[in-house]
T-cell receptor
Framework: DAKTTQPTSMDCAEGRAANLPCNHS???????VYWYRQIHSQGPQYIIH???NNETNEMASLIITEDRKSSTLILPHATLRDTAVYYCIVPNYGQNFVFGPGTRLSVLP | SQTIHQWPATLVQPVGSPLSLECTVE??????LYWYRQAAGRGLQLLFY??????ISSEVPQNLSASRPQDRQFILSSKKLLLSDSGFYLC??????????FGSGTRLTVV
């Protein structure tokens, strides 16, 4: 997998936007950026993925820089239930996903 | 719609006992299937994956084995559990080059 780098942990106030960064400077042209999250004692949950354009769904927005070397996952109005570990994954085409340590997001009341 | 089932949700087993965890997928055909393990406070480690019936690839050597007797069934087994086999076991499926969908997991404690 293309190497990804995420901060170990972040805090966010409830109701505010949570912006989670990910660096993937070695990404190649046909590799997607995927985001998952894992709430304690549950399986990872798919959030969003993108190639080069910004994406938005009911859960989050994904902003990918023009050079594709980094991206930001945005949770527009974080709630306590968004407290989880967030994984940024850039799998080599056709290869299995490798989950790194991710970012532990704590949403504070 | 596609669903993935894993059972049991929790399991406590003595050292040296056998293990069988089952995962089934509904609503899709010929999925890629995966077994991951997550030790306490650690990341997800890929154990096995399968691209078809009877086809198993192992990512790390260990005390575990996997089998795929049917297209949508994936089984994780051990003949004799070790204390180090404790962890959170997750099954996942993937269709083609799409994203992964995970089951709810089995928390195994070996005592």
């Amino acid at each position: 997998d293309a190497k990804t780098t995420q901060p170990t942990s972040m805090d966010c106030a409830e109701g505010r936007a949570a912006n989670l960064p990910c660096n993937h400077s070695t990404i190649s042209g046909n590799e997607y950026v995927y985001w998952y999250r894992q709430i304690h004692s549950q399986g990872p949950q798919y959030i969003i993925h993108g190639l080069k354009n910004n994406e938005t769904n009911e859960m989050a927005s994904l902003i990918i820089t023009e050079d594709r070397k980094s991206s930001t996952l945005i949770l527009p109005h974080a709630t306590l239930r968004d407290t989880a570990v967030y994984y940024c994954i850039v799998p080599n085409y056709g290869q299995n996903f490798v989950f790194g340590p991710g970012t532990r997001l704590s949403v504070l009341p | 719609s596609q669903t993935i089932h894993q059972w049991p949700a929790t399991l406590v087993q003595p050292v040296g006992s056998p293990l069988s965890l089952e995962c089934t997928v509904e609503g899709t055909s010929n999925p890629n299937l995966y077994w991951y393990r997550q030790a306490a406070g650690r990341g997800l480690q890929l154990l096995f994956y399968s691209v078809g019936i009877g086809q198993i690839s192992s990512e790390v050597p260990q005390n575990l084995s996997a089998s795929r007797p049917q297209d949508r069934q994936f089984i994780l087994s051990s003949k004799k559990l070790l204390l180090s086999d404790s962890g959170f076991y997750l099954c996942a499926w993937r269709q083609g080059d799409g994203g992964y969908t995970f089951g709810s997991g089995t928390r195994l404690t070996v005592v």
